[in-house]
């Protein structure tokens, strides 16, 4: 843990870093172009003010004859730009304040804007009794007052970004501590530690993740503790045959000839007793733990047949009627060896519990458009209290004269819960039980 919680927690350091810089920037640039707009809003009316003041003071001033005065522009218009012309009525330009390649012609009174080949132009244009009176101004001035104002602003921000960043990783740093301080905890616990680990002091950010892993210790050790338990039962029930078998050993080598083949065929049954329960051990730690195979679309209605064809010898022995009822079409999503297994195992405890000469019956339908498996016996049957504790690993009926080692409804079971079927056990045609896996 050591080696990757710090690059992880630096890698979310510097992506609040950048996530925060990046909206202070997009918000100085936003507050840049919303103060050159307003700046140059407020620019042209004060400029258009100044337009009109300036051809207003003009009206008086004398332009015509060789001794006509010349108005004299103030600092501040040559700063401004200002271009003043004056034409006569008839349209002849008469003076001009300051020359440019390009000025705009005699236009309308009042104020205009106007396209040369310098660019645009603001007017305005008074008339006098005599003349015709018109102030402009390139409007790139003003567009460039208002681009120096916004500028500053940008300026000023970009000397804060170093401070802004120092202060950021800071705060950042400050507030991934707990995150740290519980990284070192977990590192810091013994493996066998499953106990929750602590929520207080952490920021509510950091809760679902301590939650999900306290949920996912809670499993764990639930699951550790159904490993113990499934251990503890199988060592239990592994001793019991091999304790038998060795029994049947030890008489084997002093008994007379005459009973040896009887004792030869016992041993046989213990070794295949022994066997079938480690199978279904196998086959129920596979399901416990290894995780379900990527689901394909089974016809469920397959699968009964090479079931039958597994268990007919054994049903044979017992002189019992193996049959396949009701065989409607259904697919679903799911392990077909999955099913197939837990298929075989409820046909193997109904020909155990189905006395000899008795009738084992299986089928698949579509219920409501819900594919259904069941398999119906004619056995005794199992009590209604007793239905939810045949489901537990090694329970078995009191009492039960059949030979089992108590997992196969169980094996069936956990093949149901991974399938999301529901399993139900009642009384079926045949008098005995039924077992049915409803698919949803």
Same mark, same amino acid.
């Given at each position: 843990?050591?080696?990757? *919680?710090?690059?992880?927690?630096?890698?979310?350091?510097?992506?609040?870093?950048?996530?925060?810089?990046?909206?202070?920037?997009? #918000?100085?640039?936003?507050?840049? *172009?919303?103060?050159?707009? /307003?700046?140059?809003?407020?620019?042209?009316?004060?400029?258009?003010? @100044?337009?009109?003041?300036?051809?207003?003071?003009?009206?008086?001033?004398?332009?015509?004859?060789?001794?006509?005065?010349?108005?004299?522009?103030?600092?501040?218009?040559?700063?401004?730009?200002?271009?003043?012309?004056?034409?006569?009525?008839?349209?002849?330009?008469?003076?001009?304040?300051?020359?440019?390649? +390009?000025?705009?012609?005699?236009?309308?009174?009042?104020?205009?804007?106007?396209?040369?080949?310098?660019?645009?132009?603001? +007017?305005?244009?008074?008339?006098?009794?005599? @003349?015709? /009176?018109?102030?402009?101004?390139?409007?790139?001035?003003?567009?460039?007052?208002?681009?120096?104002?916004?500028?500053? +602003?940008? #300026?000023?921000?970009?000397?804060?970004?170093?401070?802004?960043?120092?202060?950021?990783?800071?705060?950042?740093?400050?507030?991934?501590?707990?995150?740290?301080?519980?990284?070192?905890?977990?590192?810091?616990?013994?493996?066998?530690?499953?106990?929750?680990?602590?929520?207080?002091?952490?920021?509510?950010?950091?809760?679902?993740?301590?939650?999900?892993?306290?949920?996912?210790?809670?499993?764990?050790?639930?699951?550790?503790?159904?490993?113990?338990?499934?251990?503890?039962?199988?060592? @239990?029930?592994?001793?019991?045959?091999?304790?038998?078998?060795?029994?049947?050993?030890?008489?084997?080598?002093?008994?007379?000839?005459?009973?040896?083949?009887?004792?030869?065929?016992?041993?046989?049954?213990? !070794?295949?007793?022994?066997?079938?329960?480690?199978?279904?051990?196998?086959?129920?730690?596979?399901?416990?733990?290894?995780?379900?195979?990527?689901?394909?679309?089974?016809?469920? @209605?397959?699968?009964?047949?090479?079931? !039958?064809?597994?268990?007919?010898?054994?049903?044979?022995?017992?002189? /019992?009627?193996?049959?396949?009822?009701?065989?409607?079409?259904?697919?679903?999503?799911?392990?077909?060896?999955?099913?197939?297994?837990?298929?075989?195992?409820?046909?193997?405890?109904?020909?155990?519990?189905?006395?000899?000469?008795?009738?084992?019956?299986?089928?698949?339908?579509? +219920?409501?458009?819900?594919?259904?498996?069941?398999?119906?016996?004619?056995?005794?049957?199992?009590?209604?209290?007793?239905?939810?504790?045949?489901?537990?690993?090694?329970?078995?009926?009191?009492?039960?004269?059949?030979?089992?080692?108590?997992?196969?409804?169980?094996?069936?079971?956990? !093949?149901?819960?991974?399938?999301?079927?529901?399993?139900?056990?009642?009384?079926? #045609?045949?008098?005995?039980?039924?077992?049915?896996?409803?698919?949803?």
């Amino acid at each position: 843990m050591s080696t990757d *919680a710090t690059p992880l927690l630096g890698s979310l350091r510097a992506r609040l870093l950048a996530g925060l810089l990046g909206g202070l920037l997009l #918000a100085a640039l936003l507050v840049a *172009a919303l103060l050159y707009r /307003i700046t140059l809003r407020e620019a042209n009316e004060v400029f258009d003010q @100044h337009l009109r003041d300036t051809a207003l003071s003009l009206r008086d001033q004398m332009f015509a004859g060789p001794f006509a005065p010349q108005p004299e522009l103030s600092a501040q218009d040559r700063a401004a730009d200002l271009a003043v012309q004056v034409f006569s009525l008839d349209g002849v330009r008469v003076y001009l304040s300051q020359p440019h390649s +390009v000025l705009p012609g005699l236009t309308t009174l009042g104020y205009s804007d106007v396209e040369t080949r310098e660019g645009r132009w603001r +007017v305005y244009g008074v008339r006098t009794p005599l @003349h015709v /009176i018109q102030v402009a101004q390139p409007t790139a001035v003003r567009e460039e007052r208002a681009a120096r104002l916004a500028l500053r +602003v940008l #300026a000023v921000f970009a000397l804060l970004v170093p401070l802004l960043a120092a202060l950021i990783w800071g705060i950042v740093g400050r507030g991934l501590r707990p995150l740290r301080a519980l990284a070192a905890q977990v590192e810091a616990r013994p493996a066998e530690a499953l106990e929750p680990l602590p929520q207080t002091g952490l920021p509510s950010e950091a809760q679902p993740l301590v939650q999900a892993l306290n949920g996912q210790l809670r499993r764990l050790a639930g699951l550790l503790e159904s490993e113990r338990a499934f251990l503890a039962d199988a060592a @239990h029930e592994l001793r019991t045959p091999l304790t038998a078998l060795r029994l049947q050993v030890q008489a084997l080598q002093g008994a007379p000839e005459a009973e040896r083949a009887a004792a030869g065929t016992a041993i046989l049954a213990g !070794i295949d007793r022994a066997s079938r329960l480690i199978e279904q051990l196998l086959a129920l730690a596979r399901q416990e733990q290894l995780p379900a195979p990527e689901p394909r679309t089974i016809a469920l @209605h397959e699968l009964p047949p090479a079931a !039958i064809a597994d268990l007919l010898p054994l049903a044979d022995a017992k002189q /019992i009627e193996l049959g396949y009822g009701v065989a409607q079409p259904c697919t679903l999503l799911g392990d077909a060896e999955a099913l197939s297994l837990a298929l075989r195992n409820l046909i193997d405890n109904a020909i155990r519990y189905t006395p000899v000469g008795g009738r084992v019956e299986l089928g698949v339908q579509c +219920v409501d458009g819900q594919p259904e498996l069941w398999v119906s016996d004619s056995g005794p049957g199992i009590p209604e209290a007793e239905r939810e504790r045949v489901l537990r690993r090694f329970y078995r009926l009191p009492g039960s004269p059949a030979e089992g080692s108590g997992l196969g409804l169980a094996l069936v079971s956990r !093949i149901a819960q991974r399938h999301g079927a529901q399993l139900c056990l009642d009384q079926g #045609a045949l008098g005995g039980l039924r077992v049915r896996l409803r698919f949803r």
